[in-house]
């Protein structure tokens, strides 16, 4: 997260200077080496920031909130796991309510 967010400053910065898209990614590519961005997402950015976009911070995306992993859910999982250590991962959704990608 911390390296595309740099990224992201990248590129807002060389759409700063007037760079074109053509001329970041080589730059980036240089710059970051395996841990780039794609050209898709560079493009996008690109783009965004070129339209006036400010903020270099991704948008929220639907889906399960992050907050399923709070200190209370895990002391939930681990009470359960203690009462009986023969439960599967597929159960403890089912005592607990959350999702079991967690």
Request: aromatic share 6%.
């Given at each position: 997260?911390?390296?595309?967010?740099?990224?992201?400053?990248?590129?807002?910065?060389?759409?700063?200077?007037?760079?074109?898209?053509?001329?970041?990614?080589?730059?980036?590519?240089?710059?970051?080496?395996?841990?780039?961005?794609?050209?898709?997402?560079?493009?996008?950015?690109?783009?965004?920031?070129?339209?006036?976009?400010?903020?270099?911070?991704?948008?929220?995306?639907?889906?399960?909130?992050?907050?399923?992993?709070?200190?209370?859910?895990?002391?939930?999982?681990?009470?359960?796991?203690?009462?009986?250590?023969r439960?599967?991962?597929?159960c403890?959704p089912?005592?607990?309510?959350?999702?079991?990608?967690?």
């Amino acid at each position: 997260m911390q390296r595309s967010l740099e990224q992201r400053m990248a590129i807002k910065f060389c759409v700063k200077l007037e760079k074109s898209a053509a001329e970041t990614i080589p730059m980036l590519k240089k710059a970051f080496g395996v841990d780039c961005l794609s050209d898709r997402q560079i493009l996008r950015w690109h783009k965004a920031f070129a339209e006036g976009r400010e903020n270099v911070k991704g948008e929220n995306r639907a889906g399960w909130p992050s907050t399923s992993s709070s200190d209370d859910n895990v002391k939930r999982v681990r009470g359960l796991l203690i009462t009986d250590r023969r439960l599967s991962v597929r159960c403890c959704p089912l005592f607990t309510k959350l999702c079991r990608s967690l």
